[in-house]
């Protein structure tokens, strides 16, 4: 392997450890102001952000695989890996929906989702980054499994979309059922994601 290689390795796996660290991050403080202010939308987005954690060591355990023999099969950490995330992803979508029908039902509203508006534009920010950043060490690497990583990145843009999209809907119009709607919309993200 050559030093370039070896560097970009490098960068793959520290992009990996950058990606768990931020979603630790952004997960605890989702779920804190998703409880507090009563957002079901931005409360779930937080549970996504851990679902992406385990996604995430998975993805480092497979960067220092293929760093060590490029042509090695997964390896049955990675394979746990990916069947917890689908499974994580399914019991979320549950869950949010759960959470959709209850909400409805006893017309539960957000306090306020300016905590969404803010947490989804920084999200957006970091993946558009990241995604970038992990296809360019991808392509010089020639790596289909470090592109395909990539992509999943630009999963955690859609759902930061939804999130913006339906606390803007809420903090401008004051419309009842916004965060139902978007809580609805990460977990349709969800499932087809697991």
């Known amino acids: 392997?050559?030093?370039?290689?070896?560097?970009?390795?490098?960068?793959?796996?520290?992009?990996?450890?950058?990606?768990?660290?931020?979603?630790v991050l952004e997960g605890i403080i989702s779920i804190i102001f998703g409880i507090e202010d009563e957002t079901l939308s931005l409360f779930g987005f937080g549970v996504d952000s851990f679902i992406e954690v385990i996604s995430g060591i998975g993805?480092?355990?497979?960067?220092?695989?293929?760093?060590?023999?490029?042509?090695?099969?997964?390896?049955?950490?990675?394979?746990?890996?990916?069947?917890?995330?689908?499974?994580?992803?399914?019991?979320?979508?549950?869950?949010?929906?759960?959470?959709?029908?209850?909400?409805?039902?006893?017309?539960?509203?957000?306090?306020?989702?300016?905590?969404?508006?803010?947490?989804?534009l920084v999200s957006i920010a970091v993946m558009i980054w990241l995604l970038k950043a992990k296809k360019n060490v991808g392509k010089e690497l020639d790596s289909d499994a470090i592109i395909a990583d990539a992509n999943c990145t630009r999963v955690c843009i859609y759902m930061s979309l939804v999130l913006l999209a339906s606390s803007l809907i809420y903090v401008l119009t004051g419309f009842a059922y916004a965060d139902a709607i978007g809580a609805a919309g990460l977990a349709y993200i969800s499932i087809t994601e697991g």
């Open 1 to 23: 392997m050559t030093s370039l290689e070896q560097k970009l390795y490098n960068t793959a796996f520290l992009l990996s450890l950058f990606t768990i660290f931020y979603n």
């Open 59 to 120: 993805i480092a355990g497979m960067i220092i695989r293929i760093k060590e023999n490029p042509e090695s099969n997964r390896s049955n950490f990675e394979i746990n890996a990916l069947k917890i995330t689908g499974t994580s992803f399914f019991l979320l979508s549950a869950g949010l929906l759960a959470g959709v029908v209850y909400n409805i039902i006893n017309h539960v509203k957000p306090e306020t989702t300016l905590w969404g508006v803010i947490i989804s």
